[in-house]
């Protein structure tokens, strides 16, 4: 039997994550084990700052946004130290076992998950919960933070239009996501925009301005395109395409520095370039356009009920599978349970739109353009 859990949140914060670390932390002492928080994700087990998890400090957080713990992009193994990046694994460690965990949870993202994967590997007692507002975490059906965000931005798309229809303007809306298009498609189709615009379906800019021109005839002089960060124009696509794969098939560590300088170059270049894209239109349509970048907004504030309801679920079935030692997991969303998914499973993949899902063949068939 597990007595003393750790938790950490890592990578972008996302709301629900409170509502998780009390799950977990209640259904724990309801079994009489002990939890610890860390701060600011691996840099705080590293660091050893930590924070009690007893009744006093999981109560009244279930409705907040954000994390209580704090979270930040760093690695275990590649900790930014000074002016430089270092291996910190065999500190986590040693803390993690000077703590007498049984137990590390991490809460987190892709990234999240392939560097706690790497802890289990290094012989921690690994599970994780899928959060991210991008809702692209393999294996699970849905991670916590995507509903919330995806009813933010699309009470965005709700406000823009009453002010693109009063000024007959194109007004272009970024959302967030930069690999995968759900937050914009989920958003997009909620919202009504005209025009969606994700990084699985590259967009020609002359398609879209037919589309915006088609509905100017047709006696609509507004349009609304929601456009994902990540989203590229169909004549970038083969450049960066062509880069990613030799970043990846990349032997050496110069040639796989050199590949992901490139890589990242092209995407400063070629990907979310919203204003440009806002530009263009105006051009091509002789309509005028405006930008509003949602931003950070979408992760900010109260997690929904939906979302609350998902991260008290895995929370608890987090807590459960620890009872009975399942490590080196995650605990993904599978209809209204859940599964404990093997962690090498869930890494290194990444969940894109796939092109026939339901939300793009629902939009097509109310009329929306995807630029293709
Ligand atoms: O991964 C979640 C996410 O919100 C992405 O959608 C976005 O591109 C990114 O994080 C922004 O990261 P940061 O908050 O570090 O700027």
């Known amino acids: 039997m597990s007595h003393y859990i750790g938790i950490l949140t890592a990578g972008g914060d996302t709301p629900g994550l409170n ?24 840099r705080g087990l590293m660091s050893n700052r930590t924070v009690r998890l007893d009744r006093n400090a999981l109560s009244g957080i279930l409705a907040v946004g954000g994390t209580i713990l704090g979270t930040s992009r760093d690695k275990p193994h590649k ?57 692209d975490v393999a294996r699970t059906d849905v991670t916590f933070g995507f509903d919330t965000a995806m009813t933010i931005a699309t009470d965005a798309i709700d406000r823009l239009h009453t002010t693109a229809h009063s000024h007959h303007r194109i007004i272009v809306v970024e959302v967030m996501g930069h690999n995968a ?40 002089a507004f349009s609304i395109v929601a456009v994902a960060e990540g989203a590229i124009a169909a004549e ?32 400063v270049a070629h990907v979310g370039n919203t204003l440009r894209l806002s530009q263009q239109l105006e051009e091509l349509t002789a309509l005028e356009s405006r930008v509003t970048i949602l931003g950070h907004l979408q992760r900010g504030g109260t997690p929904s009920a939906a979302d609350r309801l998902l991260a008290t679920r895995l929370g608890t079935a987090c807590t459960e599978l620890i009872r ?36 793009i063949v629902t939009a097509r068939a109310v009329g929306t353009s995807f630029g293709d």
């Not at 977990?24 to 002990?34: C, S, T, V």
């Not at 925009?193 to 100017?216: C, M």
């Not at 995650?330 to 962690?343: F, Q």
Request: positive net charge.
């Open 19 to 42: 509502a998780a670390i009390r799950a977990i932390g209640k259904a724990a002492l309801a079994h009489d084990m002990q939890v610890i928080g860390f701060r600011d994700g691996f």
């Open 79 to 135: 900790m930014p130290v000074g002016n430089k990046t270092m291996d910190m694994t065999d500190v986590l460690y040693e803390n993690y076992r000077n703590h007498h965990l049984d137990a590390l949870v991490c809460l987190g993202g892709g990234g999240t998950q392939k560097n706690a994967y790497r802890l289990a590997e290094r012989g921690f007692n690994i599970v994780t919960l899928p959060k991210t507002i991008d809702n």
């Open 181 to 220: 298009g759900w937050l914009t498609l989920g958003a997009g189709v909620a919202g009504g925009a005209d025009v969606v615009l994700i990084p699985e379906i590259p967009y020609d800019v002359a398609k879209v301005a037919g589309a915006i021109r088609a509905r100017s005839r047709a006696g609509k």
């Open 236 to 267: 970038h696509a083969p450049s960066l395409i062509e880069a990613s794969e030799q970043a990846e098939a990349a032997e050496t560590k110069a040639e796989r520095k050199q590949g992901r300088k490139r890589l990242a170059e092209l995407e």
């Open 324 to 359: 009975r030692q399942e490590y080196g997991i995650m605990v993904a969303a599978r209809g209204e349970g859940h599964e404990a998914v093997p962690l090498e499973a869930v890494v290194g993949r990444r969940k894109l739109v796939p092109l026939d899902h339901p939300w």
